[in-house]
Nanobody, 117 residues
Framework: QVQLVESGGGLVQPGGSLRLSCAASGSIFSDAAMGWYRQAPGKEREWVALIGSGGSTNYADSVKGRFTISRDNAKNTVYLQMNSLEPEDTAVYYC???????????WGQGTLVTVSS
C-alpha cells in the first residue's frame, strides 16, 4: 500500500519562497504520474501541477512561471518549488499519485502554506 507524506509547508511573507516535498513509500513511484493540488479555506480543491512518469510537466495558469514541479525517483519524492508567493496561494497543499494499471490513486494528508505579512 503506497503512502504519501507531504512536508515543507509553513508561514511565508508575500514574495517569498517555499519548497514542498512529498515522499512516497512503495515501489511504484517511478511509474506513476504525480500531482499537487491545493484547497483554500472555503473553496474546492484545485489542481496545481502535474509531472508524468517521464518527467513532462503541466501547470495551472494561476501558478505558471512561479511554481516548479520536479521528481527524484531515486528518493521516491516529488517536489513543488513555489516562488513569488502571493496571499492567494494560501491553502492546504496535497500531493497525489495518479492511479494506473490497477493501482488506485493515493492522496497525502496535506501541508498548510500560509502567505501573509
Amino acid at each position: 500500500q503506497v503512502q504519501l507524506v507531504e512536508s515543507g509547508g509553513g508561514l511565508v511573507q508575500p514574495g517569498g519562497s517555499l519548497r514542498l516535498s512529498c515522499a512516497a513509500s512503495g515501489s511504484i513511484f517511478s511509474d506513476a504520474a504525480m500531482g499537487w493540488y491545493r484547497q483554500a479555506p472555503g473553496k474546492e480543491r484545485e489542481w496545481v501541477a502535474l509531472i508524468g512518469s517521464g518527467g513532462s510537466t503541466n501547470y495551472a495558469d494561476s501558478v505558471k512561471g512561479r511554481f516548479t514541479i520536479s521528481r527524484d525517483n531515486a528518493k521516491n519524492t516529488v517536489y513543488l518549488q513555489m516562488n513569488s508567493l502571493e496571499p492567494e496561494d494560501t491553502a492546504v497543499y496535497y500531493c497525489k499519485l495518479f492511479g494506473f494499471s490497477g493501482h488506485p490513486e493515493v492522496w497525502g494528508q496535506g501541508t498548510l502554506v500560509t502567505v501573509s505579512s
